[in-house]
């Protein structure tokens, strides 16, 4: 059983940073890919980020690109997505998401509780 919370949301100015940070505890986190998810009302949850294992694989949303950077330690257990350039686009709450394998779809496991991001104008 993998628990993971999120940390690092906030209120920003438009053009500003965030970091996000995801720690997974349990039994060989390091096993699992996570991504991050974000989800505004009435809006679809939609894919943010996904790192693999040992970070030999990773992806982003085509809208996050060039401006969106996800990473993971050396153990494997804290997760960060670094957020620049950030817009009222962005505002959502973002969750992170574990999965055992090497990549992320709709079908993770293990999801954190989110934290809340909040593009101004």
């Known amino acids: 059983q993998l628990e993971l919370v999120e940390s690092g949301g906030g209120l920003v100015q438009t053009g500003g940073s965030l970091r996000l940070s995801c720690v997974a505890s349990g039994s060989n986190a390091d096993y699992y890919a996570i991504g991050w998810f974000r989800q505004a009302p009435g809006k679809e949850r939609e894919v943010v980020s996904c790192i693999s294992p040992g970070s030999t694989k990773i992806s982003y949303a085509d809208s996050v690109k060039g401006r969106f950077t996800t990473s993971r330690d050396n153990i494997g257990t804290t997760v960060y997505l670094q957020m620049n350039s950030l817009g009222p686009e962005d505002t959502s709450i973002y969750y992170c998401?574990?999965?055992?394998?090497?990549?992320?779809?709709?079908?993770?496991?293990?999801w954190g509780k989110g934290t809340p991001v909040t593009g101004s104008t």
């Open positions: 998401a574990a999965r055992f394998g090497s990549i992320c779809n709709s079908d993770m496991r293990y």
